[in-house]
């Protein structure tokens, strides 16, 4: 089976590739492609040495699924043009994931939606992969009425040219190519993609909207505040459910500590919780903070975290190769 990276040069492209190497995935072949100004470059991951070829290039080599990580420009414009040909696109990028004809999977929720026809499956927004990881369980058992949520996002969510920002702020280095409108170092930014003229920003669509597709309910009411944090690594949730059904807190403990992918770290008393700390480089999603709203009977709130870059993208795309039928037979 050949593998395509499309965007090897960038955050989620590299842990890709480093992803492979430390699961052992095997591929026949796996060729990787990042902008024009990159091509012919080699980049060194895990101690494999990968050459960067164009787009052009990575479709004349026929690959069997071609993972894109490389913006919603380069997906929208290339995405097709790969399906056309029947390889398998899995796309990072937001570009068609509310398209109503394309699937936006978290293998361990929807993974068994994919048929042979979806020769583009669109994998969610960070924050909404741990977002939903920690709902389903809770949403299967107990329905949820409302959510409302407000995230504490890495700079690493932005890419690379944005960590290059906070390392040379830390460095006390001046950056005339500032990727964010201000400083991020000693900062928090409430704004993540552009604003809408609803006051909302692109991500926080996407965190609602996303969810509500994943789940398959659009009447659960969700509403959501995006901040960048100046952390590299590691998206944090705080989140308040309020349920349909009457609950115990240990019935919500047990239902997550049951549930594959999930993490519960919750012990405050021995200052036990999910840290991005400790969250980062693992594909396990964390949950902690575990507790009853004290002014509503059916509500609680905790708090979540995982490696955006892992379970947040890189992980989730590896995962959906999986549920792809006609190369599930393959062994990866
Ligand atoms: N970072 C996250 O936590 C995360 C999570 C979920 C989804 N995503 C999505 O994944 C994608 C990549 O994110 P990232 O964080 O890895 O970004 P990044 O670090 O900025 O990397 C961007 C990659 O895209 C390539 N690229 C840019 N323009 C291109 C073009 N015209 N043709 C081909 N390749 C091009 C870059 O190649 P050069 O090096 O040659 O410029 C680089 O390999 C984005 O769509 C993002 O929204 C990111």
């Known amino acids: ?10 955050l989620v492209g590299r842990k890709l590739l480093e992803i492979i190497e430390e699961k052992s995935l095997s591929f026949d072949k796996i060729i990787t492609a990042a902008s024009p100004k990159s091509k012919g470059t080699i980049i060194n991951i895990s101690n494999k040495k990968y050459k960067i070829v164009t787009l052009q290039e990575a479709l004349n080599f026929k690959p069997d699924i071609a993972i894109f990580s490389a913006g919603s420009k380069v997906s929208q414009e290339w995405a097709p043009i790969f399906a056309k040909k029947n390889i398998f696109v899995i796309d990072n990028s937001s570009q068609w994931r509310m398209d109503p004809n394309i699937k936006l999977i978290v293998p361990e929720i929807n993974g068994n939606l994919i048929t ?57 280095k001046f950056d005339s190519n500032k990727y964010y409108p201000h400083k991020i170092d000693l900062n928090l930014i409430p704004h993540i993609d552009n604003f809408l003229d609803n006051g909302y920003s692109k991500e926080e669509l996407k965190i609602i909207n996303e969810t509500k597709k994943i789940l398959d309910d659009h009447n659960i009411k969700i509403t959501a505040t995006a901040v960048r944090v100046p952390i590299a690594n590691c998206h944090s949730l705080s989140v308040n459910l309020e349920l349909q059904e009457e609950f115990n807190l240990s019935e919500i403990r047990d239902l997550l500590k049951n549930t594959e992918g999930l993490k519960v770290v919750d012990d405050p008393f021995k200052n036990e919780y999910p840290m991005p700390i400790d969250a980062n480089n693992c594909d396990l999603v964390r949950i902690g903070r575990i507790r009853k709203d004290l002014d509503h009977p059916k509500a609680l709130n905790m708090w979540v975290v995982a490696d955006n870059i892992r379970k947040g993208a890189a992980t989730n795309a590896l995962e959906i190769i999986k549920y792809i039928n006609d190369l599930k037979t393959i062994k990866i």
């Open 1 to 10: 089976m050949k593998l395509a990276i499309i965007g090897a040069t960038g």
């Open 116 to 172: 042979n026809e979806d020769k583009i499956i669109a994998n969610p927004n960070c924050s909404t992969i741990q977002l939903v990881m920690a709902l389903k369980p809770i949403y299967d058992n107990f329905k949820i009425k409302r959510i409302v949520i407000s995230t504490y996002q890495a700079v690493s969510g932005s890419g690379k040219k944005a960590l290059d920002q906070l390392d040379y702020e830390r460095k006390n």
